[in-house]
């Protein structure tokens, strides 16, 4: 079991900034690919970010590239998401999540194990 606790959420003026933290613990060497995802209410989950724990690969979904950036501290197994020039639209709850296989970053299904979620809530 991979146990994940997100942490750094909260209210902020469009165009700030904020970053999330996943601190992981448990059976940490079972980790391929660590994810974020977010859902805002009434929508479904999406894909937001991710980052291979070895090789250091990252992934973004269009509609945060160049804004977020994932990366990762592997000495304390925690993974953070950079998140600039924040909108609105980024309002949601983020969740961090744990792929032990490869395959596509942006599947929710992929991913065995997930954080409780932090809310992140950008004011106009």
């Known amino acids: 079991q991979v146990q994940l606790v997100e942490s750094g959420g909260g209210l902020v003026q469009a165009g700030g900034s904020l970053r999330l933290s996943c601190a992981a613990s448990?059976?940490?060497?079972?980790?391929?690919?660590m994810g974020w995802f977010r859902q805002a209410p009434g929508k479904e989950r999406e894909s937001v970010a991710a980052i291979a724990w070895s090789s250091g690969s990252t992934y973004y979904s269009d509609s945060v590239k160049g804004r977020f950036t994932v990366s990762r501290d592997n000495a304390k197994y925690t993974v953070y998401l950079q998140m600039n020039s924040l909108k609105p639209e980024d309002t949601a709850v983020y969740y961090c999540?744990?792929?032990?296989?490869?395959?596509?970053?942006?599947?929710?299904?992929?991913?065995?194990?997930w954080g409780q979620g932090t809310q992140v809530t950008v004011s106009s």
């Open positions: 448990g059976r940490t060497f079972s980790i391929y690919r």
């Open positions: 999540a744990a792929a032990r296989y490869g395959g596509n970053w942006y599947v929710p299904t992929q991913y065995a194990y």
